[in-house]
């Protein structure tokens, strides 16, 4: 995988410095949990007895040291990080972890339909 990233990142490189680059709308290459899990685990640390809950993460969305990761109730779900994670995110904001509004609203309503 590291070599493909490589190579990408190579050709991605000479088509910027040629004036042939744009920004990319999707990933050319799949990006699994293993590539994210080596520099992101753990996400947050656990929370504290009695901590976040899902009733936090919707009055915060997301603010406020709230977050997905931080709720208890989500330790057991397995969704893939890019998923919601996008490494070009173009309705949210750095604040926001990279976090594609579009992206995530569907993903959360698989469980919480009332959102």
Avoid: Q
């Amino acid at each position: 995988m590291r070599l493909e990233v490589w190579a990408v990142a190579g050709f991605d490189t000479l088509r910027f410095l040629t004036g042939v680059y744009a920004e990319p709308t999707h990933m050319r290459l799949p990006l699994r949990d293993a590539e994210c899990r080596p520099c992101h685990t753990p996400i947050l640390a656990a929370p504290a007895a009695g901590g976040d809950t899902v009733a936090a993460e919707a009055e915060t969305e997301g603010r406020g040291g709230t977050s997905y990761h931080a709720i208890r109730e989500h330790e057991t779900v397995r969704i893939d990080c890019v998923r919601c994670h996008t490494s070009h995110t173009t309705d949210s904001d750095a604040g926001n972890r990279f976090i594609a509004k579009a992206r995530v609203r569907p993903v959360c309503r698989e469980c919480h339909k009332e959102l």
